[in-house]
Structures are given as structure tokens and as C-alpha cells.
């Protein structure tokens, strides 16, 4: 029986109109008060990151059944608060892993061929092409440190490039490495074996500085380092030593220990790249996770 469904945050149209028969109610999440009149009646919410789900909102949402996170993170959600009440908290997991995988790949090779550094020479008026020489990917060893969702659709999309490839996850047994076309090691064997390393392992209390001064010094001065995975697993302090005196050749960052970032000391060497947290931010991901959100709204509600 189709009921009231709160929009409190801008969700794609294509998702939304798969809730024909439903009651929406559009409102600024952002506003407390006004997402606590919104709830008032309401079956189901649909939110992104802007709007806080506490136990205040859901006091004031006695009908709610499902609260539908069209993104990855929780931390807008009291979720502990939404089983106490019996309401279903959902996110959209898969939604961004291809956007993040595509991401990585493209600052690997940023990262190799020194992308941004040249940009700037010739935007600055110099033509300077042997200065520039970079390396290729072929032949090369790539590791990847974390072999989930987004670290498998990186082995995949690296593949083809012709690179030897090595991955460390204490959770993923050897012969699934070996289906990816990678040799499962030690983290201490990837970091010294690799020309560049590309973390995708999840925020932890046991990530957290996964890579610090130790690891950093195995790697080879000639490595590069590609971090989409979140700020903090590598140690920024460590790695702003290691680029400055020479033992790293170059680190590309999508994710920082502290953001914004703005004035992170990292942002002002010339071998990093770095972009503002833009791993998910790409219209399929954004559209994807809409949908997935508005089917876990309709799973909840009619069975
Ligand atoms: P996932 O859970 O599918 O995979 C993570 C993998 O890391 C798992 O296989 C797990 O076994 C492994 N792992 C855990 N601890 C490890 C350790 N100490 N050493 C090696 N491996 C370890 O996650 P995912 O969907 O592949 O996401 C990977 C990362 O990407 C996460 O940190 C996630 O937050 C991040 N992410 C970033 C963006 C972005 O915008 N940049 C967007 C989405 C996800």
C-alpha cells in the first residue's frame, strides 16, 4: 500500500520516478525543523549526505519504516537509534565503485607521466619535453593493497595495461588474487616490489597510518603512490618526508586525513596530485545510487 515518501535531500529525477503511486514530500533536510514536520506521516525518507537522520528525527517520525541513504556513508544516521525504533536503515554500497576504480586509474597514470607538473610548465609558457619523460605502465608492478570491490575492478581495468600485478588483503584467499591475475604477498613484499601502489582498504582502527614512515621507507624511490581509499590510512606526515627527500618519486591523493584540504601542506609539492574527494562524484554513481535507495525504499514498504 503505497504511502508518503520524504525527499529531503536532491535526488536524480530518473530515481524518483520509480515511486509512481507514492506520496512525495519534498523538503530541506538541512532544516531540523522543518524534516521533523516533513516525517510527521511519513512511511520512508530518502536522504544523501546533507540531512542528519538523529533520534530526534525519527521521535518525530512514528510512522517510518525505512530510512534510504541514495550514497555510502552512515555517519548523517543514527543508526543505532533508527533499531532501537524498528526503522530499516539502507545505503547504497556498490553504488560508486566504478567511478572510484576509474578514478584510481586515471591518477596512476596522472602520477607516472607527471601530468600535472607538465600542465603547468607549458600553461606557464614552457615547451619542456624531455624534462617531462615519464615511464610507462607496460612491464611495471602495480600493487594494489586491498582487494574488495573497488581493488578487484582495479586489477581489472590495470590488466590489460600489461603490468605484473601483486595485491595484499589478509581476507582474500590466494586463488582469488590469482583469478585477478595477481600474486597475493606480504604487505612488506608489495611495497618493495612495486613501481606504484594503489590503496583501497577501508577506514579502520587497524588502517588507520596502514602506511607510515616504515612502509613508505620500503618502497622504491622510483614508486608512486595513489591513495582513493580514505584520508589517514596513509600518514601524511611520513609521506610529505618521503617526496621531499627523494625516497618517493610521486603520490596521487583523492582523500585526505583532514577535509576540505585546503592548505594541506601535500597540495604544495610538485610530484602529488590531488582532487577534492571526487571519487563517487560522477553522474552514473550519483544516478545508481538514487535507484538503489528508491528500491530499498520499495522493498521495505511493499514486501
Ligand atoms: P570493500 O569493503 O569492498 O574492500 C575493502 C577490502 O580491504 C576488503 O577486501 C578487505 O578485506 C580489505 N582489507 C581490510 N583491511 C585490510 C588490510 N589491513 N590490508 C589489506 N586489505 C585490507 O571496500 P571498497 O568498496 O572496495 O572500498 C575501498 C575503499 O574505497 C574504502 O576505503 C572506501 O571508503 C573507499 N571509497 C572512496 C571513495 C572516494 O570518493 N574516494 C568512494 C567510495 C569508496
Redesign the pocket.
Known amino acids: 500500500m503505497p504511502g508518503t515518501v520524504v525527499v529531503a535531500d536532491s535526488l536524480p529525477h530518473t530515481a524518483l520516478s520509480e515511486l509512481e503511486g507514492y506520496a512525495l514530500r519534498h523538503c530541506d533536510g538541512r532544516d531540523p525543523r522543518a524534516l521533523r514536520e516533513a516525517l510527521a506521516d511519513a512511511e520512508a525518507v530518502l536522504i544523501r549526505s546533507g540531512t542528519r537522520i538523529d533520534a530526534a528525527a525519527l521521535a518525530a517520525a512514528p510512522r517510518l519504516r525505512i530510512v534510504a541513504r541514495a550514497g555510502?556513508g552512515l555517519d548523517n544516521v543514527d543508526v543505532a537509534a533508527a533499531t532501537r525504533a524498528g526503522v530499516v536503515v539502507a545505503n547504497a554500497?556498490r553504488s560508486?565503485?566504478i567511478s572510484?576504480a576509474e578514478?584510481a586509474v586515471g591518477l596512476i597514470i596522472a602520477s607516472v607521466r607527471r601530468v600535472l607538473p607538465a600542465n603547468r610548465s607549458l600553461r606557464d609558457g614552457r615547451w619542456e619535453r624531455s624534462r617531462y619523460q615519464g615511464r610507462e605502465l607496460a612491464g611495471t608492478t602495480v600493487g594494489i593493497?586491498?582487494?574488495?570491490?573497488?581493488?578487484t575492478l582495479v586489477a581489472e581495468r590495470l590488466a590489460p595495461f600489461g603490468v605484473r600485478l601483486l595485491a595484499?588483503?589478509?581476507?582474500?584467499d590466494t586463488e582469488a588474487a590469482h583469478r585477478l591475475g595477481a600474486r597475493a604477498v606480504a604487505?612488506d613484499t608489495l611495497l618493495s616490489e612495486s613501481d606504484t601502489v594503489t590503496v583501497?582498504?577501508?577506514?579502520?582502527p587497524?588502517?588507520i597510518g596502514?602506511l607510515g614512515d616504515r612502509e613508505l621507507r620500503l618502497m622504491k624511490p622510483s614508486a608512486h603512490l595513489v591513495n582513493?581509499?580514505?584520508g589517514g590510512i596513509v600518514d601524511e606526515t611520513a609521506l610529505t618526508a618521503a617526496l621531499t627527500q627523494g625516497r618517493l618519486a610521486g603520490a596521487a591523493l583523492?582523500?585526505f586525513a583532514l577535509e576540505p584540504a585546503v592548505g594541506n601542506a601535500l597540495l604544495g609539492l610538485d610530484s602529488v596530485v590531488a582532487t577534492p574527494?571526487?571519487?563517487?562524484s560522477t553522474h552514473e554513481a550519483q544516478e545508481r545510487a538514487g535507484r538503489e535507495a528508491v528500491t530499498a525504499v520499495r522493498c521495505a514498504l511493499e514486501g
Open positions: 555510502v554500497p560508486n565503485v572510484v578514478l593493497i586491498g582487494l574488495g570491490h573497488v581493488g595484499h588483503d589478509p581476507y582474500v604487505l583501497h582498504v577501508p577506514k579502520t587497524a588502517t596502514l582513493t581509499s580514505r583523492d582523500v574527494h571526487i571519487g563517487a
